[in-house]
Each structure stands twice: as structure tokens, then as C-alpha cells.
Nanobody
């Protein structure tokens, strides 16, 4: 049974930084790791994608500010967020593709406010 546990969200001022973590329990080959976010009254959007064998993808709105990374041994994916803006406020979800199945984290709130 695969479970994803997220951590690292919170309240930060504009220009600040946060790092989100998502740890996967269970077994299976991880084919891709990603972070999505959903702001109030908006659709969930892909923020960053870290495939096993292809190039990393970033949404245009976060390029140069966010970095997705992983620790294979700990089966953990991270999202480092710098220069946060008001419009980055959202619930952030990790998403992992393991043995052909998609799993979602529980979501963590990131609020950027002065």
C-alpha cells in the first residue's frame, strides 16, 4: 500500500521561501514525481514534473523560482520555492507515478501574505 505524506507548507511573506516535502511509503518503481497546486476557485495545475528519464518541466509562472528535486533512497520529492508571490498561494499536492499507478498526497497549504 503506497501512501504519500506531505509537509512543509505554511504562511510566508512575499519574497520568502519554503520547502515542501513528500515521502512515499510502500514499494514500487517510481516513474515520475510531480507537484501540483490548486488555488481557491481555480483548477488544479501542474507546477513541476520530474520524470525518471526525461527533462524536468516547470510551469512558466514558477520558472527560476521553484526547484523540484528528489532523494531516491528516501523515496522523497521536494519542492523548493523562492521569491514567493501572492499568486503562489494555493494548496500544493505531490503526485507520484508508481508502477503505472498515480498517487496523490493529502495537500499542504501555502499562503503568501504580507
Amino acid at each position: 500500500q503506497v501512501q504519500l505524506v506531505e509537509s512543509g507548507g505554511g504562511l510566508v511573506q512575499p519574497g520568502g521561501s519554503l520547502r515542501l516535502s513528500c515521502a512515499a511509503s510502500g514499494d514500487g518503481d517510481i516513474d515520475a514525481m510531480a507537484w501540483y497546486r490548486q488555488a481557491p476557485e481555480k483548477q488544479r495545475e501542474l507546477v513541476a514534473l520530474l520524470p525518471k528519464t526525461r527533462n524536468i518541466y516547470y510551469a512558466q509562472s514558477v520558472k527560476g523560482r521553484f526547484t523540484i528535486s528528489k532523494n531516491n533512497a528516501q523515496r522523497t520529492v521536494y519542492l523548493s520555492m523562492n521569491d514567493l508571490r501572492l499568486e503562489d498561494t494555493a494548496v500544493y499536492y505531490c503526485n507520484l507515478l508508481i508502477n503505472g499507478q498515480t498517487y496523490w498526497g493529502q495537500g499542504t497549504q501555502v499562503t503568501v501574505s504580507s
